[in-house]
């Protein structure tokens, strides 16, 4: 993480450093931050002026906010006490951009109080003597207790994670050691490939090597978007990754319960409200203003008569057609989706096993509209952004990183088509990377994982291309990445067919894909 302070701010740093006779560059800058949050101030990043990136930088973020243990960066603490601070996970950009408004706003007081303060008298002591003192009172009184209570803890797979996707043209095995450091920093994965080009095979066989290679330790969920599976065609697949295959409409819903994604803390409910209300709003059609305020404040008056307990999804919709019905609304859209949801889509059950407890195949079939899969979907992935957020990074052990899930999305490019489901499926790749969770997108071209506002290839590190419709050179090369040779990519390019997939590991080659269908009759699964 690399950030550059403002010349004005840098002038300040230096003068405060010298005053107080700090040998470490990054103490001042620290303090500083520190003075600005106990002010209670928060910036609105739409609305603020970035100071410049005109001073000193700071290429090393050890040597800007320190080290404690093993040599390890300081910035984790900083990050934790702000992303508290604005109730929200910060992303490194908006971590940056907020940590030099805050530096900018604690120099400001502090350089003000030096300035108007006796020196000789050791005022200056003072002025650093007064907010530590304040700080250590607020801690003795603060008691910190999480409502948010979870059934399971997900397990850590903490050794070496791999798994072959294909052989070369030397037929040479092309092994993935996802999880090794020194070959991955992240662990997304996106493929790319028309009907008929073997990414559905592929993956399967991924998950099945995953599950077999992890003892089945590894959960996954797969959300089959098609909704094509077959239970009885699938049973081999199935029992090799002891995975649960649920047809959300012939098996009566998912047993699992969307309101868990809901913070039951005090200060974290709204936000987790707002958030809940922002998954619905995204995939209903005309939901305005006023229906997002009515969903909001018909969740908090549920949550407050459960009294520590979750709400069910048909007690909303009960609520909802009764403050419908009192107020003289016709029904909309929203009434729409909250019913059809409540219609044997989700099985509310508080007995219900965490699902991620188990490797989940998830079948949405076309007899649900797009509107109710894709809800399904987002529902499910709001509630794993909020079960991993509140839980610890990673700690890689030497150069194997953990993992703990793994999340299929077939068809992504539905998504990838919808603004706002980009923007959470941003945030989900983002966030879930320090957390052990490595995310496999599937879409039928390279073109649908680069959208005007954001290229999801820029945030994998495993893109494979398969047999595609358009062979553009340039949509290709974004999505493998910067080849070493472009005469070596075409000429690789265009040996594309069904059954084979470009990578680009070294250099860019052609495999021959792992199928699962070959994978089952050559080990009698």
């Not at 996970?89 to 300035?115: A, C, M, Q």
């Amino acid at each position: 993480m690399r950030i550059t302070l403002s010349k004005e701010n840098d002038e300040i740093l230096y003068n405060l450093k010298s005053l107080y006779g700090f040998k470490n560059e990054g103490i001042a800058p620290r303090i500083a931050f520190a003075l600005s949050l106990q002010t209670g101030k928060y910036f609105d990043l739409e609305n603020e002026n970035i100071p410049k990136s005109d001073g000193k930088e700071f290429r090393d973020d050890k040597a800007l906010f320190g080290t404690l243990i093993n040599d390890t960066s300081n910035v984790v603490i900083y990050k934790s006490i702000l992303d508290q601070h604005y109730n929200k996970n910060t992303f490194e950009d908006e971590f940056v951009k907020l940590f030099k408004l805050h530096l900018n706003h604690g120099l400001k007081i502090w350089n003000e109080s030096v300035e108007n303060g006796e020196i000789t008298k050791g005022n200056h002591i003072d002025i650093l003597l007064k907010p530590i003192k304040k700080g250590l009172t607020l801690r003795s009184n603060t008691t910190h207790i999480s409502t948010n209570t979870r059934k399971s803890e997900v397990k850590e797979f903490q050794e070496l994670l791999s798994f072959e996707i294909g052989k070369s043209e030397n037929d040479e095995p092309i092994v993935i050691k996802i999880n090794d450091l020194r070959e991955f920093d992240n662990r997304n994965i996106a493929i790319a490939g028309m009907a008929g080009s073997g990414k559905t095979q592929l993956i399967k066989d991924i998950l099945y090597q995953i599950s077999k290679n992890s003892n089945s330790e590894l959960k996954f969920i797969f959300f089959d978007y098609k909704g094509e599976g077959n239970p009885e065609q699938l049973k081999p697949f199935l029992e090799a990754t002891k995975a649960e295959f649920v047809d959300v409409v012939n098996d009566g819903g998912v047993d699992f319960n969307p309101f868990l994604s809901i913070n039951l803390d005090e200060r974290q409910r709204p936000f987790s409200i707002r958030a809940f209300v922002d998954t619905i709003s995204t995939f209903v059609p005309r939901m305005g203003v006023s229906q997002e305020n009515i969903l909001i404040s018909l969740i908090n008056d549920l949550l407050d008569s459960k009294n520590g307990s979750y709400p069910t999804i048909t007690e909303l919709f009960e609520d909802l057609e009764s403050y419908y019905e009192e107020n003289g609304i016709r029904q909309d859209t929203l009434y729409s989706v909250i019913r059809d949801l409540s219609t044997n889509i989700f099985n509310c059950d508080p007995n219900n096993p965490d699902v991620l407890s188990k490797s989940l195949y998830l079948n949405l079939p076309p007899a649900l509209s797009d509107t109710l899969r894709q809800l399904v979907v987002f529902l499910l992935l709001r509630y794993f952004n909020s079960y991993f957020s509140s839980t610890n990074d990673c700690e890689p052990k030497e150069h194997i990183f953990p993992v703990r899930y793994v999340i299929v999305i077939d068809e992504a490019h539905i998504y990838l088509k919808n603004k706002n489901a980009r923007k959470a499926l941003e945030d989900l790749l983002r966030l879930l990377r320090s957390k052990g969770v490595i995310v496999v997108m599937l879409s039928q071209g390279v073109e649908d994982y680069k959208t005007k506002d954001f290229d999801f290839a820029s945030q994998v590190k495993l893109p494979i291309c398969l047999n595609i419709q358009n062979k553009d050179y340039k949509a290709i090369s974004n999505f493998v990445g910067t080849p070493s040779s472009k005469y070596k990519l075409e000429t690789e390019i265009k040996k594309l067919d069904s059954g084979k997939g470009l990578i680009n590991i070294g250099e860019p080659k052609i495999i021959e894909l792992r199928q699962w269908w070959k994978t089952k009759r050559d080990e009698g699964l």
